[in-house]
């Protein structure tokens, strides 16, 4: 044991050292590494399939945390995008629905909030949409969840 600890030393060292947290994936490690390497908004477009994206969004990648691939995958996809609160809350208002989510509720404010299940996928969704700073992005979490069974 005592002969691993200076290569665990080591490890942790070089762990620390990293640019910062990893887009993750549950069953496909290497895709959620690549996805963190490469800072790839299509590659974590792909890990999140099915779901509603606007154009021009950009993947916080320090808070979000994808287990799965696919349109099976869980957990939150947070990002910022280039248009007004409203107009991203009228996007997936209107495009969630065309990738099989049912809209349970709505409520549009300053901090904004959609809830929508899937019936093929037994999953939520709740999504918070919130106005950015004076330059005008919107930071968006997308968490997804298995849904209960009662």
Same mark, same amino acid.
């Given at each position: 044991? =005592?002969?691993?600890?200076?290569?665990?030393?080591?490890? #942790? %060292?070089?762990? @620390?050292?990293?640019?910062?947290?990893? /887009?993750?994936?549950?069953?496909?490690?290497?895709?959620?590494?690549?996805?963190?390497?490469?800072?790839?908004?299509?590659?974590v477009a792909i890990l999140a399939k099915g779901t509603?994206?606007?154009?021009?969004?950009?993947?916080?990648?320090?808070?979000?945390?994808? =287990?799965?691939?696919?349109?099976?995958?869980?957990?939150? #996809? %947070?990002?910022? @995008?280039?248009?007004?609160?409203?107009? /991203?809350?009228?996007?997936?208002?209107?495009?969630?629905?065309?990738?099989?989510?049912?809209?349970?509720?709505?409520?549009?404010?300053?901090?904004?909030?959609?809830?929508?299940?899937?019936?093929?996928?037994?999953?939520?969704?709740?999504?918070?949409?919130?106005?950015?700073?004076?330059?005008?992005?919107?930071?968006?979490?997308?968490?997804?969840a298995p849904k209960s069974a009662q």
């Amino acid at each position: 044991m =005592f002969r691993r600890a200076p290569a665990l030393a080591l490890l #942790l %060292t070089l762990g @620390a050292c990293s640019d910062g947290p990893a /887009v993750t994936a549950n069953s496909a490690p290497s895709a959620a590494d690549n996805a963190a390497a490469a800072g790839s908004t299509a590659q974590v477009a792909i890990l999140a399939k099915g779901t509603a994206l606007p154009a021009g969004y950009k993947v916080d990648p320090a808070r979000t945390m994808i =287990f799965g691939t696919d349109d099976r995958w869980l957990g939150r #996809l %947070t990002y910022t @995008a280039s248009g007004s609160a409203d107009e /991203v809350f009228d996007f997936l208002h209107r495009e969630m629905p065309n990738f099989g989510w049912v809209e349970i509720s709505a409520m549009r404010s300053d901090n904004s909030l959609l809830t929508f299940t899937s019936e093929s996928t037994s999953r939520m969704a709740t999504i918070n949409i919130r106005r950015g700073s004076v330059m005008g992005s919107t930071q968006v979490d997308m968490v997804v969840a298995p849904k209960s069974a009662q």
